[in-house]
């Protein structure tokens, strides 16, 4: 599992990039609750779509369902279609999902609770927030299937990587050679910096290390 406090969202697009996979970040930036939160781990995808339908026993048991098999080190990944007719993510299943070792949740929908979500701890991004509850507005269509958010299809189990920058997502096909080009990477920016810092050239620095 991934676990590199090193990388960023940055990184990780350029070395896609390398690898000819140049539509791999979300075309829009979602906000994190906290500036300089960090999510990066296998993704647990749900859809959302309109729906008044209700089941008053269980109003809520797709989300439940869904939340109780979320696992350790994955980012909970909610397609809304940019759904402002609610929000699909607070702070208990925030409190589940940390209880169960997630790493985060990213959304192109909006969030609600964000002050508490924030005092948790548990990164999370979003499109917005919007206190509004999903019960008889939103229903969960399907979960962990492929879906679709800024324009990036995201399969279950994908990485993703959010930071301030913006969310990235590493296929699964691709996940070993990405993992080491960024990673190789990291250690070369280090070095690059500290080159940079001393006072080189940046013509000089590129033409050593051709990073930038």
Do not use: C
């Not at 192109?108 to 999370?124: K, S």
């Not at 800024?150 to 990405?178: S, T």
């Amino acid at each position: 599992m991934p676990g590199d406090e090193r990388l960023t969202s940055a990184m990780i697009s350029d070395v896609l990039d390398e690898l000819g996979l140049r539509n791999q970040v979300l075309s829009k930036r979602l906000e994190p609750i906290v500036p300089g939160s960090r999510a990066f781990g296998r993704a647990a995808t749900a859809r959302f779509a309109p729906s008044e339908a209700d089941d008053d026993a269980d109003p809520y048991g797709p989300a439940i369902d869904f939340i109780d098999r979320i696992g350790a080190g994955q980012v909970v990944v909610l397609a809304t279609d940019e759904s402002n007719a609610s929000a699909f993510w607070g702070e208990l299943f925030s409190a589940a999902a940390l209880g169960a070792r997630a790493v985060g949740v990213v959304t192109d929908g909006n969030l609600r609770d964000t002050e508490r979500i924030a005092a948790l701890g548990f990164p999370a991004f979003s499109r917005s927030r919007r206190p509004v509850d999903y019960r008889r507005r939103m229903a969960v269509l399907e979960t962990h299937a492929p879906v679709t958010i800024g324009g990036v299809l995201i399969a279950n189990d994908d990485l993703i990587m959010a930071d301030d920058d913006g969310v990235v997502v590493v296929p699964q096909a691709y996940e070993h050679r990405a993992l080491v080009a960024a990673r190789e990477r990291a250690a070369r920016e280090s070095t690059v910096l500290a080159e940079l810092l001393a006072g080189e050239s940046l013509r000089a620095v590129w033409e050593r290390h051709r990073i930038l």
